[in-house]
């Protein structure tokens, strides 16, 4: 990730450009906060979305803004060939990544 925000900001090809930070694989967001966690025991917390919204809108200062909210409840999937032949960077799964970190 810093590797694709670094080249955007140091190199013309990313210019006036909107590009998608994501990588190789479709997760959910449970489904990535239960990989983060490895095992641990946190407990995913539900919110009411209509609140969330409606405080969001409201209150600058909401634990959770709209683009936040859009894109938990968000059904879009962003390609990752495009960033990956833009920037040259062979990406890897989330998985592979917190194996490697020192987070695992």
Do not use: C, W
Request: glycine share 6%.
């Amino acid at each position: 990730m810093a590797k694709v925000i670094f080249q955007s900001i140091t190199q013309q090809k990313f210019s006036n450009k909107i590009i998608d930070l994501v990588g190789p694989k479709i997760i959910t967001f449970n489904g990535y906060v239960r990989d983060f966690i490895q095992g641990k025991k946190i407990t995913i917390k539900n919110i009411d979305l209509e609140e969330a919204y409606r405080t969001a809108l409201h209150n600058p200062k909401a634990d959770f803004g709209i683009d936040d909210l859009n894109i938990l409840v968000g059904d879009y999937i962003g390609n990752h060939k495009k960033l990956k032949s833009m920037s040259g960077i062979e990406f890897k799964t989330h998985k592979a990544v917190l194996e490697t970190s020192s987070l695992s």
